[in-house]
């Protein structure tokens, strides 16, 4: 159950919404920049001579 938020009903509800937004947006960002990363970071090992 919500509770009653009054005459701020539409200022918590639009902060909520926007943390919510930003946070999805920060993981998404994290997983496209691993995913990045690990790609360069492969990419790089197969450069690399094996050693004997």
Known sequence: MMP???KY????????GI???LLAGL???????GARVR???D???SR?????
């Open 4 to 6: 009653d938020l009054g």
């Open 9 to 16: 009903a539409v200022a918590v509800l639009s902060s909520y």
């Open 19 to 21: 943390t919510l937004g």
């Open 27 to 33: 993981v998404a960002l994290s997983l496209w920049r």
């Open 39 to 41: 790609r360069q970071l």
């Open 43 to 45: 990419e790089v090992e």
């Open 48 to 52: 690399r001579k094996p050693d004997v």
